[in-house]
């Protein structure tokens, strides 16, 4: 439970959230693997390169803006909204 913010040109193997309740934003960061799973909170990833990235929230929204995805990209919803800008 809680927020996780990383806001800052970053490089990562690997980013690996599970979370039951809290907000996530990641910006600017070169990332290997990036897997964020929330069951209720907000998911926010901008200007993001990334080789593969999954995304999931049960409740509450994933925004994406300027993500550079090489490989895999999974994202889902369940009782959630998704909104993309230069995905």
């Given at each position: 439970?809680?927020?996780?913010?990383?806001?800052?040109?970053?490089?990562?193997?690997?980013?690996?959230?599970?979370?039951?309740?809290?907000?996530?934003?990641?910006?600017?960061?070169?990332?290997?693997?990036?897997?964020?799973?929330?069951?209720?909170?907000?998911?926010?990833?901008?200007?993001?390169?990334?080789?593969?990235?999954?995304?999931?929230?049960?409740?509450?929204?994933?925004?994406?803006?300027?993500?550079?995805?090489?490989?895999?990209?999974?994202?889902?919803?369940?009782?959630?909204?998704?909104?993309?800008?230069?995905a």
């Amino acid at each position: 439970t809680g927020d996780i913010d990383i806001t800052s040109d970053f490089s990562f193997k690997t980013i690996d959230i599970d979370a039951s309740t809290g907000d996530v934003e990641i910006k600017s960061c070169l990332i290997d693997e990036l897997n964020i799973n929330l069951s209720t909170g907000d998911i926010t990833v901008d200007k993001i390169s990334s080789n593969n990235t999954n995304l999931e929230v049960s409740t509450g929204k994933i925004s994406v803006s300027e993500l550079k995805c090489n490989g895999y990209l999974s994202i889902k919803l369940r009782t959630s909204a998704f909104t993309s800008e230069t995905a």
